[in-house]
């Protein structure tokens, strides 16, 4: 059983950064693909970023082009996001999530990921 747990979220000025953790642990076989999602106050969860976990390739959503880069530890099962000139409109619980899928098939929708971690909460202050 893959389990997700994030941490590094907060409250950051616009303009600002954070960086997101994602511990993955429960499985030696770990999922091909990690993403984050995101939900902002009053709306769906949203797909931001993924990467291959083995080649390390990645598939960004274009309002976070830019600002936003994902990366992965390998030794440390550990997936990152580094979040730089956040903005308000960032604000957001981000979840980081786990498919068995090596491409990008469905990589952008929820139902292309079957494990979730439990968010975790930015507030990009303006």
């Known amino acids: 059983q893959v389990q997700l747990v994030e941490s590094g979220g907060g409250l950051v000025q616009a303009g600002g950064s954070l960086t997101l953790s994602c511990a993955i642990s429960?499985?030696?076989?770990?999922?091909?693909?990690m993403a984050w999602f995101r939900r902002a106050p009053g709306k769906e969860r949203e797909f931001v970023v993924a990467?291959?976990?083995?080649?390390?390739?990645?598939y960004y959503t274009d309002s976070v082009k830019d600002r936003f880069t994902i990366s992965r530890d390998k030794a440390k099962n550990t997936l990152y996001l580094q979040m730089n000139s956040l903005r308000p409109e960032d604000t957001a619980v981000y979840y980081c999530?786990?498919?068995?899928?090596?491409?990008?098939?469905?990589?952008?929708?929820?139902?292309?990921?079957?494990?979730w971690g439990q968010g975790t909460q930015v507030i990009v202050s303006s």
């Open positions: 429960g499985h030696t076989f770990g999922p091909h693909r």
């Open positions: 999530a786990g498919s068995p899928g090596s491409g990008w098939v469905a990589v952008q929708s929820r139902d292309g990921y079957n494990h």
């Open positions: 990467i291959n976990w083995v080649y390390g390739n990645t």
